[in-house]
């Protein structure tokens, strides 16, 4: 199969995210990948000019070595709102582009703006395609005032795609709610690489570079760290506790990273907040592994997170550690009240909740019930599942 997807973030430093994990071994299987990307990072990264040129990126491999993904970033002018603006026009032109001379077989769209471009491009080349929902990108958007102009073009995205994929059940139940015909509308859920994120995993090197010794528990997030990931208030926690052998270790980057510096220093916990900055995908095994107890401590109240389930969920649990979740809805409905997942109230619960779990004895119990359920989610055989989705949309459009 020739397969095209969209998305508007960037394919080569963000992520590997479930369209990385699929693309990569698609391509593994001899099926030819092409995703078209944006520079979504490129404020943060510096103007280096008005506009940015088209460039693609060939052989990408994001989650599986010697995956061959071609990635396609149109240009864009580098100015705030005129860098969406723009998008329109480059990412239409690089869709009828790619149409012509790929001749796509379906086309997979994780975005917005260039979903929409792409269904509408789809439906006038008689090509299917697939609306794959990760996340709820309007609320992502910064800038409120346009979260109800998003979820327009997302409900008319959805009512035009030939499929609707979504990661998990609450998620399905939101899409539906929102315009996704139910009878084309399903879930193909995260996956994990089982033999990668192995609890045989030796996070002793980790330990010994960042100065934990053996008696210390360590406190475990990665990610990109959003304001509401509640990272900043259990970092305050941290502060109050007398507990010097509580240490909490976070891998990423992101909003929050400033002020997280910010309280490292003005209540001097480098030895006890320990923050890493972004570290390659394949050494984020040893991290987990060196850790006690993993948390996903974001507020409930969030709208962001409350019909997602992340897929660093399962990376945890499949390193048999339990996790200390907030109450997100998606999240308890994914993996219930019995599958290694603690639940508390609000981020500045997951201290307290900590120490309970390990005064109690629990941990081992709770990891090995994680370990259980996570296996159940293999990468391969949700490729596999994946690529009998895609032969079934083709078929049936080609009747």
Request: aromatic share 10%.
């Amino acid at each position: 199969m020739r397969i095209l997807l969209v998305q508007e973030s960037d394919w080569l430093k963000k992520g590997p995210h479930q369209q990385h994990q699929l693309a990569d071994r698609l391509s593994l299987k001899g099926h030819q990948i092409r995703a078209i990307d944006y520079e979504i990072l490129w404020r943060d990264q510096g103007k280096k000019g008005l506009y940015s040129k088209r460039q693609v990126f060939g052989n990408v491999a994001k989650s599986c070595n010697g995956a061959r993904v071609t990635v396609i970033r149109p240009g864009i002018v580098k100015v705030p709102w005129l860098d969406y603006a723009s998008l329109i026009l480059t990412h239409r032109k690089e869709i009828k582009r790619q149409i012509k001379e790929f001749s796509p077989d379906v086309i997979i769209g994780f975005s917005i703006l260039n979903s929409y471009l792409a269904v509408k491009a789809a439906k006038r080349n008689a090509i299917p395609f697939i609306y794959y929902w990760i996340d709820v990108l309007h609320r992502l958007i910064p800038f409120k005032p346009f979260h109800p102009i998003a979820r327009i073009v997302e409900n008319k995205t959805l009512n035009q795609a030939n499929r609707v994929l979504v990661i998990n059940d609450k998620l399905k139940e939101y899409v539906i709610k929102i315009g996704a015909p139910p009878e084309r509308t399903q879930v193909l859920r995260a996956g994990i690489d089982i033999e990668q994120f192995n609890p045989e995993e030796n996070g002793s090197a980790i330990r010994k570079q960042y100065g934990l010794k053996k008696d210390d528990i360590v406190l475990f997030f990665m990610g990109w760290l959003y304001n509401f990931s509640g990272l900043k208030e259990i970092a305050l926690q941290l502060a109050e506790t007398k507990n010097y052998n509580l240490k909490f270790l976070i891998v990423g980057e992101g909003d929050a990273y400033d002020e997280l510096q910010q309280i490292q220093q003005k209540y001097n916990l480098q030895d006890r907040l320990i923050l890493t900055g972004k570290k390659p995908y394949q050494e984020i095994p040893a991290f987990i592994a060196a850790s006690d107890i993993c948390l996903l401590p974001a507020y409930p109240t969030e709208k962001i997170m409350q019909d997602i389930v992340p897929i660093k969920m399962y990376e945890y649990m499949a390193m048999a550690k339990p996790v200390v979740s907030t109450r997100l809805p998606g999240v308890i409905k994914e993996f219930g009240e019995d599958n290694g997942v603690v639940y508390i109230s609000k981020p500045e619960d997951a201290i307290e909740k900590a120490v309970g779990l390990i005064q109690g004895g629990s941990l081992k119990e709770l990891g090995a019930r994680a370990r259980s359920f996570a296996k159940r989610y293999s990468w391969d055989s949700i490729t596999d599942e994946f690529e009998k989705i895609l032969e079934e949309v083709i078929r049936g459009s080609r009747k």
